[in-house]
């Protein structure tokens, strides 16, 4: 999802003035097995960081309008992320060519962008600072120079939810804990009146978790809080006429429940659920008697996403995710035309595979033109269907480079821990390096989430593969994903079996002959980061550096401090310990890694942003001013505009430059220096 980008005049010249300097920055690998692979010339060639976390380039996420007659995508606008609009006309290669343009900048996320029901006006989401109190703007598509109304200019305040209304409307629904920071109420917003009315509020005290929307577009459900403590029972609740609550269905405090359309004309309600089974399933209630039915399953795994048609009918398709992601249509119609369509796109060069994966990305109202998704081993397209005519357009521009050059495929692997239990990950291997290589193990976040497969594009798997690094993606015990069994086997074991599994998924790549065991770093983020602390605090296996991003060392402090819109606070006591016990509180402490830094030898880069609410920055500074204090090689990158994640193309390129030359310099790895992007403009 890539396009040409024309750096300003300024950039121009600074790029003409300083190319032969900057052209020998790189540095070439040392390790024994990429030095001969250098001299073999079998290494791809090294590609700028700039391709890999620099959004100036990217052009994806088409959206249709209700009416069909325009998209909406993310692309450069200036010298930041934007969005664009442009005519879907039927020409033969629409390739995004954009006829109006919004400097939005960085998003809250990818998909924190939608039409509104009136294919004019577009509301996105963005969290400026990085606080994760995410703000609401609409944009007027036919008024490119026209400011965006800030729809939720509220100082210290969560609004998201983004929720289509009637057809034909402008208006939509959002929710919001303006009245009260740990409880949601609904609002609806009309960008004609540029207005904002609250719709329903929750009673004192009632912790509303989340509101829903029928298929006629009015409130539906809430979702409540039974008590004032986290682990409480959730009480589902349908709204009658007279604007009563009526009981529905009791979440206890370790089950799953997501209703993902409620048709209140037609009795019936979808959700993803686990409620009395291990696996997330995709099930069909009655509204009146509360009756379930199982549309979907997979034995392996919990379901992952569900597809609808646009504001009404039943659930189409659905994906689940044992090892690469696949798709499973309930709908054989639909099922026929995306593969009649996937046979045409190859047929015409736009796919050079088969694709692991084909969905549906957004669709028309009356689903007769939909913008499909084809994902590759080796990158993704975006097509418009016509599903009348047949018409096929391709909207993603062709890549400028052959990724075939420099890529290497993402494999699914699995191995049986020490006590028995099945553990899953991915791993991508260096292109053209024999034998073991080193390595660097990426540990996700949660623990309840999980890796996933990516095909071999521009991300920062590939960009470590690319400097002569095997990538190990280890989904532990405690991640999501693989069912309420084995998340629960990370209960209380987050220091103990849990960190047991990333330390035997590295000892599974040594026996493999992937890594070479003398040169081996650990990567991760959040409790990633905990994780990479852990993991050099026990050695397990001679890690030669760490990169710990926003993670954590003083759970206690987190516990205590972490956002008043979080309700998940029985999850942290089930896997950590009750911070309300003193003889817990002091166990935990003891096994953070602020109580055992001095046993932290090995190289560290931290990574934090200033204004992250999730784990506070004083957990990196506690790190790095001890391990400082006891003279261990520390370096320390702090963002002071980002949060708990960092999103600004700017400041990723800044933080991924660092980790490139830090594991250059203790894996022997090779660096492309100093990125001439470094020098674009802010503005």
């Known amino acids: ?57 990217t052009v994806g996420g088409h959206v249709l309008s209700p009416d069909g007659r325009k998209l909406l995508w993310v692309q450069t606008v200036g010298t930041d992320v934007g969005l664009a609009v442009r005519d879907s006309a039927d020409a033969a290669t629409v390739q995004s060519a954009s006829t109006r343009s919004f400097a939005t900048g960085t998003l809250a996320n990818e998909a924190a962008y939608t039409w509104l029901p009136d294919s004019r006006h577009i509301a996105y989401l963005k969290d400026a600072s990085g606080d994760e109190n995410t703000q609401i703007f609409v944009l007027d598509s036919q008024s490119p120079e026209a400011r965006p109304w800030a729809v939720t200019p509220w100082p210290g305040v969560r609004s998201a939810g983004v929720i289509a209304g009637a057809p034909g409307s402008p208006s939509f629904f959002f929710t919001s804990n303006r009245n009260d920071r740990t409880s949601l109420d609904l609002f609806e917003a009309d ?172 669709s028309t109202l009356d689903q007769r033109r939909m913008v499909l998704r084809a994902v590759t081993e080796t990158g993704t397209v975006e097509l418009l269907l016509d599903r009348d005519s047949q018409a096929l357009t391709r909207l993603t521009p062709p890549p400028r480079e052959n990724g075939d050059d420099f890529f290497s495929a993402t494999e699914p692997f699995a191995f049986k821990a020490s006590d028995g239990l099945q553990v899953h990950g991915y791993l991508a291997r260096p292109r053209g390096v024999q034998g073991p290589a080193p390595l660097v193990i990426s540990i996700h976040g949660g623990p309840w989430t999980r890796d996933s497969w990516l095909p071999a594009g521009f991300n920062t798997v590939q960009m470590l593969t690319n400097r002569g690094y095997a990538v190990l993606q280890v989904n532990y015990r405690g991640s999501s994903g693989y069912g309420r069994a084995f998340m629960m086997a990370g209960a209380g074991q987050t220091s103990g079996r849990l960190q047991q599994d990333i330390a035997e998924a590295a000892q599974w790549a040594i026996d493999q002959g992937v890594a070479d065991p003398r040169r081996m770093a650990v990567l991760g983020a959040s409790f990633g980061g905990f994780s990479v602390l852990s993991q050099l605090i026990r050695k397990p296996h001679d890690y030669r550096c760490g990169i710990d991003i926003v993670g954590v060392a003083n759970w206690p402090r987190v516990i205590e401090n972490w956002p008043p819109f979080w309700r998940n ?67 320390f990158l702090s963002f002071p505009d980002e949060g708990h994640s960092v999103r600004k193309w700017r400041n990723r390129l800044a933080l991924w430059r660092k980790v490139e030359d830090t594991l250059a310099g203790c894996l022997g790895g090779r660096s492309n220096g100093f990125d001439f992007y470094e020098l674009m403009p802010r503005s």
Not at 349 to 359: D, F, K, N, Q, S
Not at 622 to 635: F, M, N, S
Request: glycine share 6%; aromatic share 6%; hydrophobic share 40%.
């Open 569 to 635: 606070r029985h999850y942290f006591a089930r896997f950590f310990g009750d911070v309300n016990q003193p003889e817990e509180r002091a166990r935990m402490l003891r096994d953070s890694p602020v109580s055992q830094l001095e046993r932290i030898e090995a190289p560290l880069l931290v990574v934090h942003g200033a204004n992250d609410v999730r784990v506070l920055r004083q957990d990196s500074d506690d790190v790095v001013a001890e391990l400082r204090r006891l003279g261990r090689p520390v370096d």
């Open 191 to 362: 960008p004609r009146t540029r207005s904002v009315r609250e719709v329903a509020r929750g009673e004192p005290g009632s912790r509303v978790v989340a509101w829903y929307v029928d298929t006629r577009r009015e409130p539906a459900a809430r979702m409540r809080q039974l008590g004032s403590v986290d682990g409480s029972d959730l009480l589902m609740e349908l709204r009658q006429a007279d604007g009563s609550w009526r009981p529905f269905k009791t979440i206890e405090a370790f089950d799953a429940y997501a209703p993902l359309r409620i048709d209140r004309a037609g009795g019936r309600l979808w959700a993803l659920g686990n409620i009395g089974r291990d696996k997330l399933v995709l099930v069909e209630a009655d509204l009146a008697t509360g009756a379930e039915k199982v549309l979907a399953e997979d034995a392996q795994v919990d379901l992952g996403a569900v597809y609808f048609p646009p504001n009404e009918g039943a659930p189409q398709a659905w994906t689940s995710e044992p090892g690469r992601p696949r798709i499973r249509y309930l709908n054989a119609t639909l099922d026929a035309e995306v593969t009649a369509a996937m046979k045409l796109a190859r047929e015409r060069g736009w796919l050079a595979t088969e694709p692991v994966i084909a969905r549906p990305q957004s």
């Open 1 to 57: 999802m890539r396009r040409d980008f024309r750096p300003t005049a300024l950039l121009a010249l600074a790029c003409a003035a300083g190319a032969l300097l900057l052209s020998a920055c790189a540095t070439a690998p040392t390790h024994p097995a990429l030095a001969q692979a250098s001299q073999d010339r079998t290494l791809p060639p090294l590609v700028p960081m700039r391709r890999f976390v620099a959004n100036v380039d």
